[in-house]
């Protein structure tokens, strides 16, 4: 119980999450609506990919100053949960702009921002791959990780805040905190994103142990 | 540079692209077509030169440099070198593309000074990608792989400059020019924090 208490607590929270997001009532919104509801999907997936992210920095600049293996795996492990967060937030995103701004895809800062994330990180795992020497691959994909990270800060902090954009909460378009005026959605949106980044970090724990698992493996053989 | 050769053969690969698009566009009037092939020209030929100063580079000589001289030294020397090698090409790439394809900027200093932050921040990224890339067995395909993605937000930034600078607004758009002051001065500083990681074997 120790432990594994916040494992509990993920899937009650994104069970909660589920349940209130689908059936408590939403502000009544135009052009919205009730794809409202997506905020508690769409958006903390990209809460939680950033948090993971962020993990998977701080193991990278860990393994640079201790040379322990074992923070290469979580920071690899870490950008492959990180990636997965990242895809469904896209995938949310885009059936939620088909319903509202009336296209998949349109080019707008932010939503490059999110496309690009998913290339350099694409780039990183592509890295990985061409390279042999264990230590070698840590080491070096660890530098272009903490080098990415920051370039995509730039791209994701700053930028949209320059240009003018679709997308809520950015160049003079309100956020969701200007709709939500009885606070009912909150209380569904608070535990979601803590709900989910909770998941995210579950699932990369998971994917830790396997991939240690399956070193050990392959060093007994 | 040691080598006359490349230093001829990167000028030369600005030129006969710069021919190319004139022999398929004639002239350009249109501003965003100029402004998009300006940049992808350049952003071709700085990945060309700059990617020769690891990828190709002869272990031996890089190591009697790690013996005699501090990492940061040699990154910090490399990135100086590679940017005044693209203001080279850079300026070399803007007179004949003006001259083929026609000018448009009406604001030439700030196109210029766009110029000139684009080629240190192009010269300090490429530099730091070279050396990652330099490390791999493929590595001539990985130096796009890798760079293109990070190199987005500074080619935003300056794709937006010059765009400025074409439409010649009366203002500076200075909050762009901070940005892309700031983004160079993180890419200097990341390189010369990391880049004694990678050349130790």
Redesign the interface.
């Known amino acids: 119980m120790k432990n594994y208490w916040w494992k509990i607590l993920a899937a009650a929270l994104v069970l909660y999450t589920i349940v209130a997001g689908f059936l408590l009532s939403v502000p009544a919104q135009p052009i919205l609506h009730e794809t409202i509801r997506n905020l508690y999907f769409h958006v903390p997936m990209w809460f939680g990919m950033m948090t993971i992210l962020f993990i998977s920095l701080w193991h990278s600049i860990k393994y640079?100053s201790k040379s322990d293996i074992q923070s290469d795996i979580v920071a690899s492990q870490a950008a492959h949960t990180g990636m997965l967060l990242g895809f469904l937030g896209i995938v949310t995103g885009s059936v939620w702009a088909k319903y509202t701004w009336g296209a998949w895809w349109v080019s707008d800062?932010k939503l490059?921002g999110a496309a690009?994330t998913l290339?350099?990180y694409l780039?990183y795992f592509?890295?990985r791959g061409?390279?042999d020497e264990e230590q070698?691959r840590a080491?070096?994909s660890?530098?272009?990780n903490?080098?990415?990270y920051?370039?995509?800060i730039?791209?994701l902090m700053?930028?949209p805040r320059?240009n003018d954009s679709l997308h809520p909460g950015n160049g003079g378009n309100p956020g969701f905190n200007k709709y939500d005026l009885d606070s009912t959605m909150r209380m569904v949106f608070y535990p979601a994103v803590a709900g989910w980044i909770l998941l995210g970090v579950w699932m990369m724990t998971i994917k830790v142990r396997i991939e240690k698992l399956k070193r050990k493996i392959l060093m007994n053989e | 540079m040691r080598n006359k050769y490349a230093l001829g053969g990167i000028m030369l690969y600005v030129v006969s692209t710069v021919f190319v698009s004139y022999l398929s566009f004639r002239q350009i009037i249109n501003v965003p077509t100029w402004n998009a092939l300006f940049w992808i020209i350049l952003l071709f030929a700085s990945i060309n030169g700059v990617a020769k100063s690891f990828i190709g580079e002869n272990r031996g000589r890089l190591l009697y440099l790690y013996t005699l001289v501090s990492p940061q030294a040699v990154i910090m020397s490399k990135i100086i070198y590679n940017s005044l090698l693209l203001l080279l090409i850079s300026g070399l790439c803007l007179f004949v593309y003006s001259l083929f394809i026609g000018n448009l900027v009406q604001d030439m200093p700030l196109f210029l000074l766009t110029l000139l932050l684009g080629s240190f921040g192009f010269s300090s990224l490429l530099t730091m990608v070279s050396a990652i890339a330099s490390k791999t067995s493929n590595n001539f395909t990985l130096m796009a792989i890798l760079s293109f993605p990070i190199m987005m937000p500074l080619l935003m930034v300056l794709l937006k400059l010059s765009k400025n600078a074409i439409d010649g607004l009366e203002n500076w758009d200075l909050n762009y020019l901070l940005v892309l002051m700031f983004i160079n001065v993180i890419i200097i500083a990341l390189s010369y924090l990391l880049f004694r990681y990678l050349w130790r074997d």
């Open positions: 640079l800062t490059n690009i290339l350099i780039a592509i890295l061409s390279l070698k080491r070096i660890a530098v272009y903490i080098f990415a920051v370039m995509l730039v791209f700053i930028l320059l």
